[in-house]
């Protein structure tokens, strides 16, 4: 059933649906594999943290689970911790490109943190044009980008470029629509994000955003409406819980 709902893009329900398979038999690793590429999905970092840490007491010799963890401190800010589960992760690795390339990324925005605008430029330009860097790894690139203020003028320029290449990709709009809401820039924000979700974009996620706007605009009424609608649609993130119960 937990497959049937990966088909059906119903990540939360899957997560569900895995964990208790999880529960029935532990040393099932793949079915971990998956849960974790859900919650990062789903940028439920807090999740996927202790997700990772309970993979590891298991599967300590497996690198793929440091890789997620890795990434999970690095969007909890904390890339000291990253840097240490990043580096144990790419200690395990053997003969296994595709994830060494993942490490690659992840290595590389624990340093960007520290750069300036400039630097970090020169750094990623040659990662986000290697072919060998899949798509997902460029955006998961350029979502980290999106939150540092350093960064976002060539987050935008990179993003624009993607999507005049690939104007029906609803993960790049969704993250354009978060650079134009970071810029004050509302009308845009909306519009991107609403043509993301006609596009396919998850809408307990947009609902999130579209509350973020709401609140961007004064009205916080508006924003814990939306939030509230965004946890009905499966959004159980506790970014989004802090949201909710904040006065």
């Not at 590891?56 to 909890?76: C, G, I, K």
């Not at 400039?118 to 350029?142: H, W």
């Not at 104007?167 to 509302?186: D, G, H, M, V």
């Amino acid at each position: 059933s937990g497959d049937l709902e990966v088909l059906c893009k119903n990540n939360i329900s899957a997560i569900e649906h895995y964990s208790n398979a999880l529960k029935i038999n532990p040393q099932a690793y793949p079915v971990w594999i998956t849960v974790l590429e859900m919650y990062h999905q789903e940028e439920n970092w807090d999740s996927l943290n202790l997700c990772s840490q309970r993979c590891l007491a298991l599967f300590p010799s497996q690198p793929f689970p440091y890789l997620m963890q890795s990434r999970a401190l690095l969007n909890m800010d904390l890339p000291d911790e990253a840097k240490v589960a990043c580096e144990m992760g790419k200690d395990l690795l053997f003969d296994n490109p595709f994830l060494g390339n993942k490490f690659t990324v992840t290595d590389v925005l624990i340093n960007v943190s520290k750069k300036d605008a400039k630097n970090i430029e020169i750094v990623l330009q040659p990662i986000l044009k290697a072919p060998e860097i899949s798509l997902n790894d460029r955006l998961d690139i350029l979502n980290y980008l999106v939150n540092n203020a350093k960064a976002i003028e060539f987050a935008h320029k990179t993003v624009s470029d993607y999507l005049i290449n690939d104007p029906n990709n609803f993960s790049f709009l969704a993250l354009k629509a978060r650079i134009f809401l970071i810029n004050n820039e509302t009308v845009f924000a909306n519009e991107c994000i609403n043509k993301a979700v006609s596009l396919g974009y998850p809408e307990r996620l947009a609902l999130e955003f579209l509350g973020d706007i709401a609140q961007k605009e004064g009205d916080l009424v508006l924003a814990k409406k939306r939030w509230l609608e965004a946890q009905q649609k499966g959004n159980y993130t506790p970014r989004l819980n802090k949201k909710i119960i904040a006065p």
